[in-house]
């Protein structure tokens, strides 16, 4: 118990010192474009409705899609590590899914 409490505390007082040294640290220097409302190349002063391309939307949910792979590959030789077979199958399982996703997207015209 002692030990848990040791470790609490010692947690605790670094983050505190941290958060604190975090704070006091940084010379804040803002200039007008830091100031801005928007600091991504858009007019302030224009439109805030301004129309997006479908393309960015398309590129958006391909790079989502491709994220999720990964998401879904890199864990897997540590989920199956007693069956390396099981691991191999599941792997090209979801690689074929997403092939076959990318396949339709391509043949309906999707990409172009």
């Given at each position: 118990m002692n030990l848990i409490m040791a470790m609490l505390t010692t947690t605790v007082l670094l983050s505190i010192l941290l958060i604190a040294v975090g704070f006091w640290l940084p010379i804040s220097?803002?200039?007008y474009e830091k100031l801005s409302p928007y600091e991504c190349g858009f007019d302030p002063l224009g439109s805030a409705r301004l129309p997006f391309s479908i393309?960015?939307?398309l590129v958006a949910i391909l790079f989502l899609l491709f994220d999720l792979e990964i998401a879904l590959l890199l864990p897997t030789p540590w989920a199956t590590q007693e069956n390396?077979?099981?691991m191999?199958?599941?792997?090209?399982t979801i690689?074929?899914?997403?092939?076959?996703?990318l396949m339709y997207e391509?043949?309906?015209g999707g990409l172009e």
């Open positions: 220097m803002p200039d393309r960015f939307f390396p077979m099981t191999i199958i599941w792997s090209i690689l074929l899914l997403l092939t076959a996703g391509w043949a309906q």
